[in-house]
């Protein structure tokens, strides 16, 4: 009998892969009410558990009861500028949340979990992409101090999920709005959905104890202002471009790899796999401090706090 576990389950990722998970037993967390009742009406044969996994001995009595054989982790803030605003709520949930599932299912004897990363954790330049280096990290250290199979995978710019500039293009062409693009330069990968719930089951099965790192190969980056334009011309529409400037914690280009990192092919077509280099010395100490500090701290202070821990996991 297999039970799997997903956290985040009502947001968009978890609710996909909610969605194409077989198993004997399936239980979706999520702190938010009308997402996860959402996600149970398509998954009705699913378990619904109302909790939020930064409470740490919540969670863990979770864990302890369904005792999982695998947990899917999608449970995150996501948004780069809110996060830039709201910084140690991006610190409590990203890193604080990820500790919380690690020690919960190191206690309850879970073999093999997944965390849900970004691009945006390479070369971190925004305070969400620095707290999700950190949990990458933390997944690797508990991986090489467990033996077990726990494991990332880093996403692109997942099409049609919520946020997705896509949906906000189509949003603004239906209000009669001008497509508002931050800078004429500006690109990003993307994947679809399916291809993001595909690589957190490809790397459920391929995962190892090592802490890997599983990223999908995208051929190339895809301009912003050519994707605004392809969009409005599919809607029958002349294309009026807003130009309005980089917002808080963004850059031109993401990249999928560090420049340390060393991809490897995988045995799924189009997957490659990072091996982690193995985690530093006093790595969730360093998480743990920022954890208690992060709600006295303004961004640039927060910020600092963050960087010296993912350049030290580096």
């Given at each position: 009998m297999t039970t799997v576990l997903v956290t985040g389950a009502g947001g968009s990722i978890g609710s996909a892969l909610s969605q194409r998970i077989t198993a004997d037993r399936l239980v979706l967390v999520d702190r938010a009410e009308s997402p996860l009742y959402d996600v149970g009406l398509e998954v009705p044969s699913a378990e619904l558990t109302l909790c939020d996994i930064t409470d740490r001995e919540r969670t863990r009595r979770l864990f302890e009861r369904v005792k999982p054989d695998i947990v899917y982790h999608a449970a995150a803030y996501k948004h780069v500028p809110l996060m830039e605003a709201h910084p140690s709520e991006a610190v409590r949930v990203n890193i604080g949340g990820t500790l919380s599932v690690l020690d919960a299912a190191e206690a309850a004897g879970v073999p093999r979990l997944v965390l849900v990363s970004t691009d945006k954790a390479v070369d971190p330049a925004s305070v969400m992409g620095a707290t999700k280096r950190v949990a990458e990290w933390l997944v690797a250290a508990r991986?090489?101090?467990?033996?077990?199979?726990?494991?990332?995978?880093?996403?692109?710019?997942?099409?049609?999920?919520?946020?997705?500039?896509?949906?906000?293009?189509?949003?603004?062409?239906?209000?009669?709005?001008?497509?508002?693009?931050?800078?004429?330069?500006?690109?990003?990968?993307?994947?679809?959905?399916?291809?993001?719930?595909?690589?957190?089951?490809?790397?459920?099965?391929?995962?190892?104890?090592?802490?890997?790192?599983?990223?999908?190969?995208?051929?190339?980056?895809?301009?912003?202002?050519?994707?605004?334009?392809q969009i409005a011309r599919q809607e029958g529409v002349e294309p009026v471009i807003e130009y309005i400037g980089l917002r808080p914690g963004e850059r031109l280009?993401?990249?999928?790899?560090?420049?340390?990192?060393?991809?490897?092919?995988?045995?799924?077509?189009?997957?490659?796999?990072?091996?982690?280099?193995?985690?530093?010395?006093g790595l969730e100490e360093a998480a743990v401090r920022l954890l208690t500090t992060a709600d006295e701290l303004i961004r640039d202070e927060l910020f600092g706090l963050l960087t010296p821990v993912v350049e030290v996991a580096a």
């Open positions: 991986a090489k101090a467990t033996g077990r199979a726990y494991v990332s995978v880093r996403f692109s710019n997942v099409i049609g999920t919520a946020g997705s500039v896509i949906l906000l293009f189509r949003y603004q062409l239906a209000h009669g709005q001008p497509l508002t693009v931050t800078h004429p330069e500006m690109t990003r990968y993307f994947m679809s959905l399916d291809q993001a719930t595909s690589l957190i089951l490809e790397a459920g099965e391929l995962a190892t104890g090592r802490g890997d790192i599983f990223v999908r190969l995208i051929d190339e980056p895809v301009r912003i202002d050519d994707l605004a334009r280009h993401e990249r999928l790899f560090h420049d340390y990192e060393d991809p490897q092919p995988t045995t799924s077509e189009r997957v490659s796999v990072v091996r982690a280099v193995g985690a530093p010395d």
